[in-house]
């Protein structure tokens, strides 16, 4: 007789096309025809895909529940239904989410308090938690969860790889001529910004204010990002009179990435100095490697370990939120490599494929991701 097939739902706080579910995708190619997956990606209101979610896991009645990132409407649905389903939870996280919210002033109030109630109570929840920074298992063991695992933010090295035949060429100079950046050393970062009034900053500000700082350089800032932290960058870019050196996109679908990626000298990965830049981790920086692209990161968490071999790709990170004199660390870095004749810094970046391949490779996280859930 046949055994029945292993009932998964995959909750995905996240659009179809977010890097959450891209994520999940590439992983769930892991698990063999002895499952059943069915995934549901977050709608367009958090009321909506509470519901959405909900609805979905008591018609489907999974016996495992794989849990991607821990915002509310995922985590609040998973919490509600599982009990009833007598359903195991493997959490993916990557984030802080109470820690984040505070920091940032994102959540005040009560609203601040349920994130922190249901972070707490997911942990504790689950049979299996997923980490992706290797400091975020230490902060957890430390508070003493014992059932964590490491598995890193991951790349498709076939996609995410540097352009160097023919038509990949004409590609790229196609899309340069098209975005205006000439010839100029292009200094670019791929990340979601979001505006934080305490902190007074959205990812991106270091570029801006670095580049202010170079008003010497024929060099080219290239932001790409969404989130509302979009209209504090084009405001300051204003300011700062950084309008002809300065391309600012709102997305790019994530099969075109590879492209812009592969258009810029520099990839910049900065995480701040305190617990929420260690633990957490992301998935741009096997992205930027995957494709040769020489990296300028701050010394915080996954990119200070992985990155160790590198140390001119590191920077100190001073103070906890926002260090003001970052930017000028970072102008200086930038000045060096734009004016080194002999160009060493391209010899550096073109060994980090291989560092991608085996670190980050989605061929090699499956391994681990199938091992973990056939012993649940």
Known sequence: ??????????IVNGAEESAAAVRARQLLIALGPEWEVRLYYRQASRRASLFYFVQNLLAYRPRLIYL?????????????????????????????????????????????????LTEKAILRAASRIIVRGSFYRQW???????????LPDGVDCDRFRPCTGPEESAALDELQAELG????????????????GRLGMAYGWDLLEALAL????????????????LDYLRRRTAELGLGHRLTLIEGVPHEKLPLYL??????????????????????????????????????VGEASRVLQPYPNMLLPYQGGTRDADYPTRLAERIRELATDPVRAYQEEAATLPALARREFDYRVLREGFRDLFESL
């Open 214 to 229: 170079l008003p010497d350089l024929p060099m080219r800032g290239l932001i790409i990002a969404r989130g509302d932290g």
């Open 1 to 10: 007789m046949k055994s029945p097939r292993r009932k998964l739902a995959v």
């Open 140 to 150: 957890l063991e430390e508070r003493g969860y014992r059932r964590v695992s490491f």
């Open 262 to 299: 592969n258009l810029m000298d520099v990839c910049l990965s900065t995480q701040t100095n305190n617990s929420v830049g260690w633990v957490r981790t992301t998935g741009k920086l096997p992205e930027y490697l995957a494709c040769g692209r020489f990296v300028l990161a701050s010394a």
């Open 181 to 196: 950046l000439g010839r100029d050393f292009v200094v670019g970062t791929v990340g979601s910004s979001v505006w934080s």
């Open 68 to 116: 991607v990132d821990s915002a509310l409407p995922g985590a609040l649905a998973v919490l509600a239904t599982f009990g009833l389903l007598r359903a195991k939870i493997v959490l993916d996280t990557g984030d802080l989410g109470y820690e984040l919210a505070r920091a940032t002033g994102l959540a005040q109030g009560w609203r601040l308090g349920l994130i922190g």
